[in-house]
């Protein structure tokens, strides 16, 4: 049984090692690493010792198998991965600036990891509590985006909540009509997870109270939890904000996936009764964890290693 499920694309990482080394300058990589949002935060929820699946698909190749792998080991159930013939795992290949900034080069056309379908057996789902959404997922393909939506809608219909992280890529983007498609996975949403510019871009409303405002408009949400990196995490409720949660500092080798981490403990949090302040807790935990390791899926994330880090900040 799954008590927290995702469906998304699944993908390696090679990265470069050190910052300011554009990838159209021929330097070193490292990886490949397993990884996609989806799969980081499926990775987290299941090492925080959570039944989890994930719906996606990756190649019948030497990456497939790091990413297949991988997700074995964390605990997650993989059985609705598709593995097809045709197609490459998808690959992203990642660059960093030394003021923060990352750029992405993406591989993922025709992908197994936008070829997965809603379930058309949802036996397996009937202790499922939350369906995790990334915008990145909505954004790789517009036929799986339909396939995602589809899923969302079943298991909404049987109680599951949903939470929502935008995860804006503006270099997937090859659709327009894609921004529809994410409003109504925002407007199904209980939980929302965006970054302060993501919740401003989707919310065309630049001053944050009103964007918050706007955002409860919305009559399926419970909580919104807004990311603002290095100034840590703040919790809303319809009541107002609830929590406000610093990051746990670390020495950070590699900022990738901490956000998707951080989601991953948040809704794990949510899914065995705790407190909001409780869940801020452990996101913004995992979420060091997972930036204190060079790779998107590498931190040493356990709820030993959570618990520690709370209790010695």
């Known amino acids: 049984m799954a008590e927290i499920i995702t469906m998304g694309e699944l993908l390696v990482e090679i990265m470069r090692p050190r910052e300011d080394v554009p990838l159209y300058e021929s330097d070193a990589f490292r990886g490949p690493f397993p990884s996609g949002a989806p799969g980081i935060f499926i990775s987290t929820a299941a090492r925080l010792g959570h039944s989890t699946a994930i719906i996606s698909g990756v190649g019948?190749?030497?990456?497939?198998?790091?990413?297949?792998?991988?997700?074995?080991?964390?605990?997650?159930?993989?059985?609705?991965?598709?593995?097809?013939?045709?197609?490459?795992?998808?690959?992203?290949?990642?660059?960093?600036?030394?003021?923060?900034?990352?750029?992405?080069?993406?591989?993922?056309?025709?992908?197994?990891?936008?070829?997965?379908?809603?379930?058309?057996?949802?036996?397996?789902?009937?202790?499922?509590?939350?369906?995790?959404?990334?915008?990145?997922?909505?954004?790789?393909?517009?036929?799986?985006?339909?396939?995602?939506?589809?899923?969302?809608?079943?298991?909404?219909?049987?109680?599951?909540?949903?939470?929502?992280?935008?995860?804006?890529?503006?270099?997937?983007?090859?659709?327009?009509?894609?921004?529809?498609?994410?409003?109504?996975?925002?407007?199904?949403?209980?939980?929302?997870m965006p970054g302060v510019s993501e919740l401003k871009f989707f919310m065309k409303e630049d001053d944050i109270d009103k964007a918050i405002a706007k955002a409860f408009e919305s009559p399926a949400l419970e909580v919104l939890v807004l990311k603002d990196g290095s100034r840590g995490s703040r919790i809303y409720t319809r009541k107002g904000l609830e929590v406000t949660q610093p990051i746990y500092k670390v020495v950070q080798a590699d900022a990738t996936g901490a956000g998707d981490s951080y989601d991953g403990a948040f809704i794990s949090g949510l899914a065995e009764g705790k407190s909001l302040a409780e869940c801020a807790q452990m996101g913004a935990a995992a979420g060091a964890l997972n930036a204190a390791a060079f790779g998107p899926m590498e931190g040493k994330i356990s709820p030993e290693t959570v618990k520690a880090m709370i209790q010695g900040n």
Not at 66 to 86: M, Q, W, Y
Not at 135 to 145: E, K, R
């Open 60 to 192: 019948r190749d030497d990456f497939g198998e790091n990413i297949l792998r991988r997700l074995r080991h964390d605990g997650v159930d993989v059985s609705r991965v598709i593995t097809p013939a045709d197609g490459h795992t998808g690959i992203a290949f990642v660059s960093y600036t030394s003021d923060g900034e990352r750029k992405f080069l993406f591989y993922m056309d025709n992908s197994p990891c936008v070829r997965a379908k809603a379930p058309e057996d949802f036996t397996g789902f009937e202790d499922t509590k939350y369906m995790h959404i990334m915008g990145c997922s909505i954004m790789a393909d517009m036929n799986f985006a339909r396939e995602i939506v589809k899923t969302m809608n079943m298991l909404k219909s049987r109680g599951v909540k949903i939470s929502f992280d935008p995860n804006v890529r503006l270099e997937m983007v090859k659709d327009d009509s894609v921004w529809g498609i994410l409003n109504d996975v925002m407007n199904n949403a209980s939980v929302f």
